[in-house]
């Protein structure tokens, strides 16, 4: 028997439910997050000069400061802080603007000398409010900068919004690399496709004479992008102007545009970029698909289809009829699914039993007319259905509706 558990290929740590429900970004054409294993290596620092740079480039540029307890992004780019942000008519949180990039963080409610001091749950909360709840119009990039590390925090995190990558910021020693690499799992775990890895801090240009001298192991960032097949986006100097242009939010990019460190940025920003307009959009794009008027139905790319394409990659989802959700895969097959028999398959912790694997939910007690109310994306790794009996904790990775559409096709087979 196959295993069908959505948490059967989790991350270790992973929650097995989000707790923030995953939210359509409308408006927001690419988010990326910007993520490093552990604190301390310039994230924060690569977030506000990345979407600075981005914002050269001629691109509208949102910040989304996700790290709830220990916020910076207030201070590097000169927000104000301890105020409460506007909101709309309809309550959605105004970002503060500051050299044409709209931004938020938690700083800008608390001040920053009052770290937050914040249970898990509340952080959660705040984290739900910062995606769903503020007012960004129309960008082409968002990018959020990520609690430091790969705990619970982030991979919910990671799982809430459609992010379209995510770019991981290292130094160049090896420890630093090792953890590095331990967050690149973390995201591939969830399909979260990697955009490529910046190297931070990694020479030190003499300000007198110009001269590079590598304070640490030269090319780590690059031997490690080379060995697990990532892009390498490109190396960010030491430089003693990134720390006060940090502390006293006057950003190196904005400030000093003509210095190597900022030069370093609009290169990386431009492959990045490109990178992203190269991603295949209709690889799971970020969908909340309304079932019953079919209103906001995904994409159906039939150009996707490759011979060697993935068997879990969807490019394409379609209501057949009302009883039928097709779906399409990036090699080429297609499958038709009964939405009673997803219904069924519900893989959530109410339907089957965690440990053994054993269903909980009678047939008898799904209705025959159940349907789906609403299909949306969940990051790039699953859809979540809301149903009409009211179930709606259903997480289906890929993996599991693919697992799905084989082990229907065998049985269609079986009874013939
Ligand atoms: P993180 O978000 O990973 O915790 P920060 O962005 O807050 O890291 O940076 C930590 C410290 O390192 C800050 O003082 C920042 O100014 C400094 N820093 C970041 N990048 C560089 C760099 N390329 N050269 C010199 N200092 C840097």
New binding site residues.
């Given amino acids: 028997m196959q295993n069908n558990d959505p948490h059967h290929d989790r991350a270790p740590g992973a929650v097995s439910q989000p707790s923030v429900s995953p939210e359509k970004l409308p408006g927001i054409r690419h988010v990326i997050a910007v993520a490093?294993g552990?604190?301390?290596?310039?994230?924060?620092?690569?977030?506000?000069n990345l979407a600075l740079a981005l914002q050269q480039l001629g691109g509208r540029v949102g910040l989304l400061d996700a790290?709830i307890l220990?916020p910076?992004i207030p201070v590097?780019l000169g927000l104000p802080t301890g105020q409460r942000p506007e909101t709309t008519a309809d309550q959605k949180i105004v970002p503060a603007e500051r050299r044409g990039l709209k931004a938020i963080s938690m700083g800008m409610l608390t001040g920053d000398d009052n770290p937050a001091i914040l249970r898990g749950p509340m952080v959660g909360k705040y984290l739900k409010m910062f995606i769903g709840s503020v007012h960004w119009g129309q960008l082409d990039y968002l990018i959020i900068?990520f609690p430091?590390g790969t705990g619970d925090t982030q991979l919910t995190l990671a799982q809430s919004v459609p992010l379209s990558g995510a770019v991981i910021?290292t130094t160049p020693q090896d420890v630093s690399l090792k953890i590095a690499r331990r967050g690149l799992r973390a995201f591939e775990t969830l399909n979260v496709a990697i955009l490529g890895l910046v190297e931070?801090?990694s020479s030190f240009t003499c300000p007198h004479c110009g001269e590079d001298t590598d304070i640490f192991r030269r090319g780590g960032g690059e031997r490690m992008s080379l060995e697990l097949g990532i892009r390498f986006l490109g190396a960010?100097?030491?430089?003693?102007d990134?720390?006060t242009?940090?502390?006293e939010g006057r950003p190196i990019v904005a400030e000093k545009p003509n210095s190597v460190?900022a030069q370093a940025y609009v290169a990386i920003a431009t492959v990045l970029a490109d990178r992203l307009e190269a991603l295949p959009t209709t690889a799971l794009g970020a969908f909340a698909w309304n079932w019953e008027t079919n209103e906001e139905e995904p994409a159906w790319v039939e150009s996707a289809v490759q011979p060697m394409g993935s068997p879990t990659t969807p490019v394409g989802f379609r209501r057949r009829d009302a009883r039928t959700m097709s779906v399409l895969w990036e090699d080429g097959r297609r499958d038709d699914f009964d939405v009673r028999d997803l219904r069924l398959a519900c893989p959530c912790a109410l339907c089957v039993e965690e440990m053994s694997g054993r269903p909980l939910l009678d047939p008898k007690s799904v209705l025959p007319d159940v349907a789906p109310q609403t299909i949306s994306s969940a990051g790039n790794y699953a859809i979540v259905f809301r149903w009409n009996d009211g179930h709606s904790t259903g997480i289906y990775t890929v993996k599991h509706l693919r697992a799905l559409a084989e082990r229907f096709a065998a049985k269609v087979v079986d009874d013939v």
């Fill in positions: 490093s552990k604190g301390g290596v310039g994230k924060s620092t690569v977030s506000v790290d220990g910076s590097m900068d430091p910021v931070n801090m960010i100097p030491l430089d003693a990134i720390v242009g940090g502390d460190a």
